[in-house]
């Protein structure tokens, strides 16, 4: 794709780098010769929000510009370049880049195909919201935090917040609000394109459908999610144990159900999600939240974006797990997938944390230990389960069937900082209120962090000993093939990260994921 810069002046949009290809077939060519043994890719395309309140919060595509049209105009929706929202910038530089366009996504998609990858299609929500926003914040701050994960997203005022609608009929219209009325008759799929002609809105509907038509359009996909680590909203109840974002994500699962028949569906839920809802109000109420969606039949799997750590390494001498011997130490990392950390013990607060004190994980009153323990996929997958009201078991269980999906890992991973595999989901990018280094980390690049931890997760359900074969369909729990690693960039190495004047994250590649 080329821009005119005036007369005799052309410059291309997509390529960077000596190889003279586009970034992006640039970027798989070094995929295929370094990691020979990929089999799939999820592909990532972001719209972007712009309030934490979700009756309040729009999700659009956007550029980085609207002045210059390239020699394959940008189309995304119906909406053209000029008529688009554009990303914010910082610096004169864009903070993001902009949504690709609908014919580059389905060009991608058969970049892959062709390639021998199947293709998952990974619809990701990036909030614009920046510093000095003014915005209200639901969770009592001055303003909405600069570029936050779209988990915080939530109602006016979050629940335990002074004034919160949850548990309302109201916190039902405001989720209503946020996931809009678009469906899948509002798209039309003809000559390799997708044309919308819904509701003029910009809810999450239309950007999921959206994403479901263009998989079509490309012939086919492998599967898609509907939503990835909305547990904000998820957890939004209109009732005691009514949760309307699952009902909306039920709804939608059958919407794209009619547009990719034969795609795998999934929701990625984060790792401190998928097992359940334990509100902090001194209930002891435990209530499986996404089970109405994780048993509804069109949705084939159980997604989880696992970053639960690997270490609780300190640089201080006699800490807790100084007898592996080194933080690199395989079977000590091997160990901790299923121990460990939210498995065998959790940290009380960050003062406990700063001088390890583990509270252990037990379940007194009825011996189901999985159930408070975020890594214990496997216990929370063979068992039925029961709520409880007040900390007494309900009888009947939930509609989940125990065994009856298989589990994909949609993302994991580990930041190539040194100390990464003690909290593997921060990462740091100055721009973000999120930015962070893991416990006890000193910021230092280390690539042999991530390696070791990748060796230890996949590793470690590579063994059929770990990873239990369903009585229901007669598979593993997770399946070969159902681990994504969280990130491979489709901007080549090393044009990104070191042209900066290009790409504004390149700081962020040093000790990222």
């Known amino acids: 794709v080329h821009y005119e810069d005036g007369p005799g002046r052309v410059r291309s949009a997509n390529v960077h780098s000596p190889s003279g290809e586009s970034d992006f077939a640039t970027s798989l060519e070094a995929l295929s010769e370094e990691l020979p043994n990929c089999g799939a890719g999820s592909l990532v395309v972001s719209w972007f929000g712009n309030d934490l309140r979700c009756g309040h919060c729009t999700i659009e595509p ?20 000029g008529a688009a929202a554009t990303v914010p910038y910082q610096d004169a530089r864009p ?99 997708v044309t919308y002609t819904g509701p003029v809105e910009w809810g999450w509907r239309r950007f999921v459908l959206h994403m479901a038509a263009l998989g079509a359009a490309a012939g086919g996909i492998e599967a898609i999610c509907i939503g990835t ?64 969606l994780w048993a509804n039949p069109n949705i084939d799997l159980i997604g989880i974006d696992d970053y639960t750590p690997l270490s ?52 007194g009153a009825h011996g189901e230990d999985w159930v408070f323990r975020a890594k214990d996929i496997r216990g929370w997958w063979e068992n039925p389960h029961h709520n409880r009201v007040g900390g007494v078991r309900e009888p009947n269980p939930t509609a989940w069937v125990p065994a009856s999906k298989p589990v994909w890992l949609t993302e994991t991973g580990c930041p190539s900082v040194d100390l990464g595999a003690n909290t593997p989901n921060l990462f740091f990018d100055g721009k973000s209120s999120e930015s962070a280094l893991p416990t006890a980390s000193r910021g230092a690049r280390d690539d042999e962090m991530q390696r070791r931890f990748l060796q230890a997760k996949l590793g470690y359900w590579a063994e059929p000993a770990n990873n239990p074969v369903s009585p229901v369909y007669d598979g593993p729990m997770i399946p070969d093939g159902g681990i994504f690693v969280w990130t491979w960039d489709a901007r080549p190495w090393p044009d990104f990260p070191v042209r900066e004047s290009l790409w504004a994250d390149g700081p962020a590649h040093r000790v990222g994921h």
């Open 62 to 81: 956007k550029v980085e510009q609207t002045a210059i049209d390239g020699s394959a105009p940008w189309v995304v929706s119906g909406v053209a370049r």
């Open 95 to 193: 903070v993001y880049g902009g949504t690709p366009s609908d014919a580059s996504v389905i060009a991608a998609i058969a970049d892959l195909k062709a390639r021998g990858l199947e293709v998952a299609l990974y619809p990701f929500l990036l909030m614009d919201i920046p510093a000095g926003n003014g915005l209200p914040d639901p969770y009592g701050g001055t303003e909405q935090p600069a570029f936050p994960w779209r988990g915080r997203i939530t109602l006016d005022a979050a629940p335990g917040q002074p004034g919160s609608l949850d548990q309302t009929a109201a916190a039902g219209s405001d989720v209503a609000a946020f996931f809009g009325t678009a469906s899948a008759s509002d798209f039309t799929i003809a000559n390799g394109s």
């Open 229 to 292: 680590e909305l547990r904000g909203l998820t957890t939004i109840r209109s009732a005691w144990a009514d949760f309307p974002p699952g009902q909306q994500l039920i709804a939608l699962a059958a919407e794209v159900r009619a547009l990719l028949p034969g795609a795998k569906i999934t929701y990625a839920a984060d790792w401190s999600e998928y097992f359940g809802y334990q509100p902090t109000d001194g209930t002891g109420d435990v209530l499986f939240h996404l089970d109405p």
């Open 312 to 363: 609780d390494w300190r640089y201080t001498s006699g800490h807790l797990d100084a007898e592996a011997g080194s933080i690199y130490h395989l079977p000590y990392l091997t160990s901790q997938v299923e121990g460990g950390e939210y498995y065998d013990y959790f940290y009380a607060s960050e003062e406990d944390r700063t001088e390890q004190i583990r509270t252990p994980i037990t379940d």
